[in-house]
């Protein structure tokens, strides 16, 4: 059964904070997605990556860094924690065709105080 | 670049009804359009796809149909169950391009026992 796992549910976080979202995946694909989740807003593309210490900025990178140093391994990074990016954080991971375009993950519902 | 339009935002039916989603695109080099469902808690899952050279397919209650010349596809449920409240996205991505999937908003749907 094919996964992509997320290191957090809730998270809980301060204002100026460095937050680390981590995703993996067992599937071997090549590209790794970060989607914001908000109300009315749909899934908004933060960043992805179609190999390994590869990465594009999607269409909200603003506030956000990634870091791809292992295949499987895909991580969302908030420098400085702000209230505007309380929201819910999805993965994804998939291949470049075919069916299995994307797996998400369960999500990480963050908060900023 | 590509952009989705996803209609209704909200959808209330009876259980046994059958709920019609529908969604247009603009960059007519799209060619491959998923569904995905999303239950409360968990990310999204792919439920049905179809590419550009197919008109129509179906599983079990699912269906998708699409018409190029319009740009416009659409999701229908027939003999709606309490289990298929959730919300829905449709998306277009361009196989032989970008691979990126560009997103409506979601749908939210309602099935009232």
């Known amino acids: 059964d094919v996964k992509v796992t997320q290191s957090s549910r809730y998270l809980v976080k301060r204002t100026g904070e460095k937050v680390f979202l981590e995703c993996v995946q067992d599937?071997?694909?090549?590209?790794m997605f970060w989607y914001r989740q908000d109300p009315g807003l749909g899934l908004r593309l933060i960043y992805f990556?179609?190999?390994?210490?590869?990465?594009e900025k999607g269409d909200i990178p603003e506030g956000y860094s990634v870091s791809r140093e292992k295949k499987e391994r895909f991580s969302l990074i908030l420098e400085s924690a702000s209230t505007n990016q309380t929201s819910m954080y999805l993965c994804?991971?998939?291949?470049?065709?075919?069916?299995?375009?994307?797996?998400f993950g369960p999500g990480t519902r963050l908060t900023v105080l | 670049g590509e952009n989705v339009e996803q209609h209704p935002s909200t959808l209330s039916v009876q259980e046994g009804d059958s709920a019609v989603i529908k969604c247009t695109y603009s960059?007519?080099?799209?060619?491959?359009f998923p569904w995905y469902k999303q239950e409360l808690g968990k990310g999204p899952q792919l439920i049905i796809d179809?590419?550009?050279?197919?008109g129509e397919k179906k599983d079990q209650r699912i269906a998708v149909t699409l018409n190029k010349t319009a740009k416009h596809f659409s999701l229908h449920i027939t003999e709606t169950q309490p289990e298929d409240s959730a919300v829905y996205f449709c998306?277009?991505?361009?196989?032989?391009?970008?691979?990126?999937?560009?997103f409506g908003r979601g749908t939210s749907l309602i099935v009232h026992p």
């Open positions: 994804a991971s998939g291949e470049p065709t075919g069916s299995d375009t994307q797996y």
């Open positions: 998306a277009a991505i361009w196989e032989g391009g970008s691979y990126i999937p560009t």
């Open positions: 960059d007519s080099a799209s060619n491959y």
């Open positions: 990556s179609y190999d390994v210490k590869m990465k």
């Open positions: 179809i590419r550009s050279n197919v």
């Open positions: 599937m071997d694909h090549e590209n």
